[in-house]
């Protein structure tokens, strides 16, 4: 490099530095952008947290609303099938006929 290249660059530099950096416009947007950053009621970094949290609250909606549609189904069908209705009150909640006896077999692992 030249000793003429040299001082081009730093000239550029310069004139960079006083064109744009010590401008009252460049500090007034900057620090536009660190209030809205960090000091504003509604930041950006709130925003990613809300953001966040919507998507959570939006796979929780989705969920129960599948639960909702298959306890939907079951109560249809419990409501429906008698024989079914029996036999599920037979294995969740352990009811019997009368004179009948019910004997539960839990497996040795548990």
């Known amino acids: 490099m030249s000793c003429q290249s040299v001082s081009l660059e730093i000239h550029s530099a310069a004139m960079f530095f006083r064109k744009y950096i010590n401008n009252r416009y460049f500090y007034t947007g900057l620090l536009f952008i660190v209030w809205m950053v960090f000091f504003d009621q509604e930041n950006i970094l709130e925003q990613l947290k809300l953001s966040k949290n919507l998507n959570e609250l939006e796979d929780q909606k989705e969920f129960y ?17 008698t024989v079914l209705l029996e036999k599920y009150a037979r294995e969740k909640y352990y009811m019997k006929k009368d004179g009948e006896d019910v004997f539960v077999l839990v497996p040795e692992g548990k």
Do not use: F, R
């Open 65 to 81: 609303l599948k639960e909702i549609k298959n306890n939907s189904e079951a109560i249809y069908v419990l409501e429906t099938d």
